[in-house]
Structure formats: C-alpha cells, structure tokens
C-alpha cells in the first residue's frame, strides 16, 4: 500500500536538499468497463494506475518529470537528472510555486465519492445493460443490434504537496451507462444512429432495474426521427439550440475566456473585459463547488480553493479564468481554475461551466419560435478563435407551426459567437449536468442557415 504523503514527502525533501521548490502530484486511477452485445458482455476492461508528477522550480524556471507505478526509487537521480535539462529552458518570472496564503482554503466535502465502486456487481451491470439494450429493440422493429450498450466507473484519488506546505487530497466516483442506437429503413436505404447516457458521481442516483431500459428507449426513439432527413432552402432562420448543441457552443465562449489564450491574444473576448457584450439574459457561472456535480472540485491543480464566480452575468464579461501564470502575466486575480496533469505545467480548466436557466421547457422555446430550425447536432470545426466567425454543419428538425416536424440533414450554420449570443432570446430550463459545460436549450433569433 502506498502512502501518497510519505512518498511526497520523501520527494520534497529530496528536491530541498537539491536546492529546488517543487509540486508533487499524485494520482491513482481505478476503473471498470463494460460493453454488451445481443445480450452477451463483449468487452470487460478493468484498470489500476498510480502516477506521480514532480514540477521542479529552480529560480525563473521549471522543469516537470513524471512516472508511473510503485518504483518510487533512485528518486535523487531522477531530480538530478531533471535539473541537469532545466538549464537548457528559458526564464520565465510567471511559472512559481503558490505561496500559503494562496492556498489556505479548506478542502470543503463536496460528496464527489461513494462507496460502491469497489462492490460492483458484474452480474447487476449485466442484466442492466441487457434492460438498456432491450428497452432499445423493442421500441421499434427499425431498430439494429449494431452498436454496444456501455458501463463505465471509476474512481480517482488526488493528491498534492509543496515545498511551500501545500498538502491537500479529495477523491471522486463517477457512472455512467450509455446506448448508441442505430435505426434502419430497409426500404428507403437509411441509416440513422442516436445515444443517451445517463452519468452521476453516485452509484445509486442511476436509473434502478426497473427503470434503466429508458436509457436505450430514448436513444432509439432519437435515431428513429433521424431518418429520412431531407436538406432545406438557404436563408436567415430563427434557430433553437437543443441543450447539447447549445453546451458545444458554450464550449467555445468557455476557450474564448481561457486566460491562456488571452496571454496568447488567441481570442475573440480579448480586452473586452468589463463591456456589457450580451443581453441581460445572458448569464455564465462557473461553479466548481456544487456537491456530486460533473466538474465540481474541492481545490484546483495549483491547490488553490475552488470559488464560484460569474464570468457573464447579465451580458457583462467580468472575469477570465486563470491559473497563476496566466493571472501574473496578466496581473490579474487568481480564479481557482489551475489544472495540473502529471507530465505537464498546469493549465485552464472549469468546474461547472454552465448558462443559466432561463424558463419552461425545449417545446415552449419550439411553441415560441413558431417556425425555424431546431439544431440537434453540430458538428463543431471552422472557428476564427481571434474574430469568433464560425461555420459549422449541423442536422436537425424544421420547426412548423411551433412543432418539430421533418428530419433536416447537411445543413451549414454560419455566424459569429459574438453576434449569435448577442441574438438569445428566450432560454429553457432543461440542463442537465452530464459534463463540466452544459447549457439548457436555447433560441436565437436569426442565424444564417445554408442548405440547398
């Protein structure tokens, strides 16, 4: 049994004695994974991996060296042999190790664990995956057994030490079931496929026996709409973003708000801090501390306390997210959103990174619009990162009448993210927190759509 602390330890004092600053991570990572087919398992991977990072500070520079497993010795060459490389790296004043009064928070219980991964039953996540796979087939006879219904679980133990006195630890489970359905209509020569998944940090906060063949249910009712898609005329349309199509377009304001890429000037939002960019019904939280979320954590990748903080609120943008480099080349306040893998210097990362609800649900938004587009499926590449221009194919349903009527295929949106925000009308309350940036449904008021 390894003991993180006394590992770490061994390592800080080692760099200490070599006249270094230094940041031990570590991680171990336990996983289960399971597919079936036709009733049948087809696939059973199990994993355990232990990794450790040591980030070296030797004046204005650093130098990170990882490895993995138990093999915790000739440590003293390692570091050696690390800062022997480290004087061949420039200066740079910004790469420094947290002092305790950036740290100092508390590790807040944040309920990210349970404790039923290591009592997973093979059998109970069999007989799940064959209800999900069922629920699938016997929703319509268009429906193939082509695709695997999937479990997935895990846990991750995390751990971080300084030489400045950092020593903070929090763990975290997570589930998750999924079905990709595939639909077929032999007739007309068409194929469709379509999935749902259901994910939480809790075991039994999953649909039960009883209700978990919902999951393949959902996905194939999605396939079978898909088929017989049919491409539409050109023009300015209304548009409504269904929630995972409108979380990709957040995606994007999220990279644009990335103190990294603002160092960089490799962003549409740079020197626009403090304008009112949006509507007023335009507000964006990043929340790393909501128990049993996706992305929620205790403290970030720099040890520093995870803050909730509104990045936009009310179309005004008020902060970007940092780590201490990006805050110091920017002179800026820390935001807790440091994340450090082991083999690499620490970057940006969210926790919780979410529009806020709005009202009603994706059909009053449809009822609103009255006619349109309602985007299901983006296909997220061709974006101007430094102007926020876009072009980006997409499927999914013409909007009649305030109802989603015919399937839509190869179609092209194009705009810009600043202009598209800047058109939300109206929002739903349908998010669902399946990642680390959702978004409910929302509708725009104009967007180019090019089709035939």
């Known amino acids: ?26 991680l171990k990572s336990e996983s289960k994974e399971i597919s079936l087919r036709k009733g049948e398992i087809e696939q059973l991977l199990t994993s355990v991996d232990i990794s450790t990072g040591v980030r070296l500070f030797k004046g204005k520079k650093s130098i990170v060296i990882a490895f993995s497993g138990k093999d915790f010795g000739n440590m003293e060459s390692k570091l050696a042999n690390a800062l022997e490389s480290i004087d061949f790296l420039s200066e740079d004043k910004y790469k420094r190790l947290l002092k305790p009064a950036e740290f100092s ?51 991750t133990d995390i751990h971080q030490f300084t030489t400045e006195g950092l020593s903070k630890s929090f763990f975290k489970t997570s589930y998750s079931f999924s079905y990709t359905a595939v639909a077929e209509d032999k007739d007309k020569g068409l194929k469709e496929r379509d999935s ?3 994910y939480k940090r809790h075991f039994n906060e999953l649909p039960n026996l009883e209700e ?27 548009v409504v973003f269904f929630r995972p199509t409108a ?60 803050m909730p903080k509104a990045v936009i609120e009310k179309g005004k943008l008020l902060t970007y997210l940092h780590n201490s480099y990006s805050a110091g080349k920017l002179n800026m306040k820390l935001t807790g959103n440091a994340s450090r893998g082991i083999s690499a210097e620490p970057h940006i990362a969210v926790g919780n990174f979410h529009l806020q609800s709005g009202q009603g ?69 349908d998010n669902l927190w399946k990642s680390t940036i959702t978004s409910p449904s929302m509708l725009v008021s104009k967007l180019a759509v090019a089709g035939t």
């Not at 602390?5 to 270094?20: D, F, M, R, T």
């Not at 508390?106 to 007989?127: C, G, M, Q």
């Not at 995606?251 to 990294?260: F, I, K, Q, R, S």
């Not at 000037?265 to 304008?275: I, P, R, W």
Request: net charge negative.
């Open 1 to 26: 049994m390894v003991d993180p602390k006394e590992v770490a330890e061994n390592i800080l004092k080692i760099a200490k004695k070599q006249g270094c600053a230094a940041q031990v991570n570590m």
């Open 105 to 155: 928070g508390p590790v807040r219980d944040l309920e990210l664990t349970d404790n039923a991964f290591e009592k997973l039953d093979i059998s109970t996540i069999k007989e799940a995956l064959q209800r999900i796979e069922s629920g699938a087939l016997a929703f319509s006879n268009k429906i193939i057994p082509s695709d695997m219904a999937d479990f997935s679980g895990s846990r």
């Open 196 to 198: 749902w998944s259901e």
């Open 212 to 238: 978990i063949g919902r999951i393949g249910e959902i996905a194939a009712e999605k396939a079978v709409k898909r088929l017989g898609g049919k491409k539409i005329k050109s023009g300015e349309r209304k």
């Open 247 to 306: 979380g990709d377009l957040l995606d994007l304001l999220c990279d644009a708000v990335d103190g990294e890429e603002i160092v960089l000037k490799n962003s549409f939002l740079v020197d626009k801090l403090g304008e009112k960019l949006f509507p007023d019904i335009i507000t964006v939280m990043d929340d790393p501390l909501i128990k049993r979320y996706p992305g929620s954590y205790p403290f970030d990748g720099e040890g520093v306390t995870g």
């Open 361 to 429: 649900s994706l059909e009053d938004l449809l009822h609103e619009m009255k006619e349109g587009l309602l985007v299901n499926e983006l296909y997220v590449s061709g974006i101007n990162s430094v102007t926020g221009d876009f072009s980006f194919g997409c499927t999914g349903f013409l909007v009649e009448n305030g109802v989603a009527t015919i399937p839509v295929k190869e179609i092209t949106i194009a705009g810009n993210l600043l202009e598209l925000y800047g058109n939300v009308v109206a929002i739903a309350d």
